[in-house]
């Protein structure tokens, strides 16, 4: 990968900490190429950020066999109710999502994704998926566990950032 620019972990250090500072910006530009296809991809769909993760959400629990309420989309995605209901009237109006009565509860409903929307997911990112899977295909089972490990560490350690706590609190004007 050659020269790692130290990004804020400083250039100095040993071997080792070099070697982890080269896998970081590794890491770093994987994560980039990725929210940038991430991007190219709602623009194709012509679908906002949360948009695209509602029905990714949606086509996953389809698969699973799982029926999914507005309140468990609003708890998914972290936004308000009418933040919900907004993205999938866009959704519904777009021909992605339906509301359908719930089986078993007739005050309820539920969320369902059309077939033509996981059409066109599987259109979208198919070609995708197959490169990515070439692309690690190949690997070890013991390069395989090393990878894994490698990221569930990486989660652990920024699944402990914390909120600030020294902020001021909100002023109450």
Known sequence: MGETSGYWYGDDGDAARRRAIE???AFRLYRAAEVAMR????DSMAMGENDLLTLRYLLKAQREERL???AELTRYLGVTTASTTAIVDRLERS???RRAPHPSDR???VLVPTAESDDEVRRTLGAMHERMLRAVGDMTPEE???VID???RLQAAVDEVEPAHDAPPPSRA
């Open 23 to 25: 896998l970081l910006q």
């Open 39 to 42: 991007r190219r991809t709602r």
């Open 68 to 70: 999914v309420s507005p």
């Open 95 to 97: 021909g992605h999502v």
């Open 107 to 109: 005050r309820s409903i």
């Open 144 to 146: 395989t566990r090393i």
């Open 150 to 152: 490698c990221l569930s």
